[in-house]
Every structure is written in C-alpha cells, then in structure tokens.
C-alpha cells in the first residue's frame, strides 16, 4: 500500500550513483511510512527537465531505501542539492481509480418491489414483498455477488438449478450467490453461512 506526504520539498544531502539503493535528504516532512507501506518520490534537477522517481521502502532518519526507475522513469546519478519532491504519480492516480472502480462494484443498494434486474458487476442487496424473478444480465469478465435471507426479506425464493441439481435455500441463513462471466461460461459458486 502506498502513503503520502504533504508538500515534502527536500534535497540531497549527498550525491547518489545511478545504482545507489539508498539516499539521503535534508528534511523529511510529515513523511512516515506504516507496515508494509511505501511511498513514491521524484528527484529533479532545478529545471525540471530531469526527473527519476523512485519508491521508498524504508526509511530510518533522513536516510531512504529506495527502489529505483520507477514508472518507466531511467536511473541516473543526482548530486548534492537535487531536488526531492513528494508529487503525485501516474501510477497513483490509477490506484486510486482502480480502487474507486473496486468500491463501486461492491457497493451495496437496494432494491424493492416483484422484479429485480441486475447491475453488472456490483454487490446486490434484494428485498422484496413477494415472488422475486432476478433477471442476471453479465458482460464478460464480470462479477456479480448476491447475498440472501429468505426470512429476513419475507420473500418466495425460486428454486435454482444448476447443472442438473437445485440448490437448497436454508431458512434464517445468509446464502452467497457468486456469478461470474467468462467467455461465454457463467461460474456460479453457491455458500451457505454456517
């Protein structure tokens, strides 16, 4: 997992070699790093036209374990004075976006009344006052987990079939229903809470 810091704007204490795993900065900033957390810095030179960044693993003082070419960026001797910087990376920027895409899919929401149709790729939560028809509708390569108590939603459940057996429904008990698209298979995984 990655951390951040706010307006880290340092320098090099000391010159590194292209293949250095270590490097020294004048300041730290609110820099920490927790268990199994990194962080990413860029060095430049003043211009700006020269930048490597890097990702910290360690850090102990104002001393960091780095890992170095980050990001399609190439290795390269910095001297004293180069400038460290905590800037936002490309690679963060997607993380960020891959998780928000990850939340969203596993958003919960609620849905009532007889018929029920399914928003792909996300976590359903089905309520309904009578007979429910589900209507499962998944592109490939999505993902979809329904979780259901048919005492808790006063509901008629239909029978499933599933290749050749029906799959029991058990009063007063959580059942998780995974379905998921590939080619042209649908994977269905069936669990009952204990």
């Not at 960044?53 to 070419?69: C, D, H, P, Y």
């Not at 259901?148 to 509901?155: E, R, W």
Request: net charge negative; aromatic share 8%.
């Amino acid at each position: 997992m990655h951390t951040w810091a706010n307006n880290m704007l340092t320098t090099l204490s000391a010159g590194i070699t292209a293949s250095a795993t270590s490097m020294t900065v004048a300041s730290m900033g609110d820099l920490v790093l927790g268990v199994n957390e990194t962080a990413f810095l860029t060095l430049q030179n003043d211009a700006a036209s020269l930048y490597e960044i890097v990702k910290v693993t360690e850090i102990s003082g104002l001393t960091l374990t780095i890992q170095r070419a980050q990001e399609g960026t190439t290795a390269q001797a910095w001297e004293v004075g180069a400038i460290v910087v905590a800037a936002q990376t490309k690679s963060q920027l997607i993380e960020i976006r891959d998780g928000i895409a990850r939340i969203k899919k596993q958003m919960w929401f609620q849905v009532t009344g007889s018929a029920v149709s399914s928003v792909n790729g996300q976590k359903q939560y089905l309520q309904a006052a009578s007979a429910m028809a589900l209507t499962i509708d998944l592109q490939d390569g999505e993902d979809m987990v329904l979780e259901i108590n048919p005492a808790t939603f006063n509901v008629t459940l239909p029978s499933i079939s599933w290749r050749g057996s029906v799959l029991t429904w058990f009063e007063n008990k959580w059942h998780t229903l995974t379905l998921s698209k590939r080619g042209s298979s649908l994977i269905c995984w069936w669990e009952v809470e204990p």
